[in-house]
C-alpha cells in the first residue's frame, strides 16, 4: 500500500513569508508526527496529534509554528515569518496507533529552505 | 528526561567486513530502543526495536543489535557488510511520554568501500 507521503518535496521561500507543509499519513493511521531534521543532525521531535488533536506540541520551538489535522488524516504544518535558521528537512511520521511499540512510518520529507 | 549518542559520525568498512554501530542512551524508565536507516532522498527505514522481550534483536538486511542494561548501550552490528548497506543510520530511544515521540541520536554515515 502507499506510504506517507509528503508534499512538496523541496520549498524555497524568502525570510519573513509563509509556508505550508503537508503530509498524507498511512490510511488508518490515527497517530501522526512532525519531525525536523536539520544539518548533520538527527530527526527532533515537533508536534503529535492523535486524531484531530495535537496530543503533544512540546517540540514546537515557538509561536511562529503550528500545525493542524483537521479532519484526524491529513495534517498541514504552518510555518509564519520564516528565518533561515528554519532552514531544515521536515519529516512526518505515522502509526497506527500511540504507542512505543508501534512503529512510526516516515515520509521522504519536505526540504525547506529560506533564504 | 531520554537521550541517544551515537559514538562515530562516520563509519567506514570494507565490503564483507564486520559492521559495528555504536549507540548509548540514556533513560530513567525502562526504554524502547530503536535503530533506523536513512538511504539518500528517502524516508527513516525502522531496521530493528528493542521492546524488553528479548536482548538480542534481529531486524532486516541481516542487521541484528544487542540490548545492555549494565552498559546502557544497543549497538548495531551485521556479520559481513555490503556496498548496498551505505546510508546513515539512527538509534532513537522512546519519549517516555505517552511513549510516542522518538528522541534520534544524530547518526552515524556507514561507507562501504570494495
Known amino acids: 500500500g502507499a506510504g506517507v507521503s509528503q508534499t512538496p518535496s523541496n520549498k524555497v521561500t524568502e525570510k519573513g513569508k509563509y509556508v505550508e507543509l503537508r503530509c498524507d499519513p498511512i490510511s488508518g493511521h490515527t497517530a501522526l508526527y512532525w519531525y525536523r531534521q536539520s544539518l548533520g543532525q538527527g530527526p527532533e521531535f515537533l508536534i503529535y496529534?492523535?486524531?484531530?488533536?495535537?496530543?503533544?506540541d512540546s517540540g514546537l520551538p515557538n509561536d511562529r509554528f503550528f500545525a493542524v489535522r483537521p479532519e484526524g488524516s491529513v495534517s498541514t504544518l504552518k510555518i509564519q515569518r520564516t528565518e533561515r535558521g528554519d532552514s531544515a528537512v521536515y519529516l512526518c511520521?505515522?502509526?497506527?496507533?500511540?504507542?512505543?511499540?508501534?512503529?512510526?512510518?516516515f515520509g521522504p520529507g519536505t526540504r525547506l529552505t529560506v533564504t | 528526561a531520554q537521550s541517544v549518542t551515537q559514538l562515530g559520525s562516520h563509519v567506514s568498512v570494507s565490503e564483507g567486513a564486520l559492521v559495528l554501530l555504536r549507540c548509548n542512551y540514556s533513560?530513567?524508565?525502562?526504554?524502547?530502543l530503536f535503530w533506523y536507516v536513512q538511504y539518500p532522498n528517502q524516508g527513516l527505514q525502522l531496521l530493528l526495536k528493542?521492546?524488553?522481550?528479548?536482548?538480542l534483536v534481529k531486524g532486516i538486511n541481516g542487521f541484528e543489535a544487542e540490548f545492555k542494561k549494565s552498559e546502557t548501550s544497543f549497538h548495531l552490528t551485521k556479520p559481513s557488510a555490503h556496498m548496498s548497506d551505505a546510508a546513515e543510520y539512527f538509534c532513537a530511544v522512546s519519549g517516555g511520554q505517552a511513549g510516542t515521540a522518538l528522541i534520534f541520536g544524530k547518526g552515524t554515515t556507514l561507507s562501504v568501500s570494495s
Open positions: 533513560s530513567s524508565v525502562p526504554p524502547y
Open positions: 528493542y521492546t524488553s522481550a528479548a536482548t
Open positions: 496529534f492523535q486524531g484531530t488533536g495535537a496530543a503533544d
Open positions: 511520521a505515522s502509526s497506527l496507533v500511540p504507542g512505543e511499540a508501534y512503529e512510526q512510518y
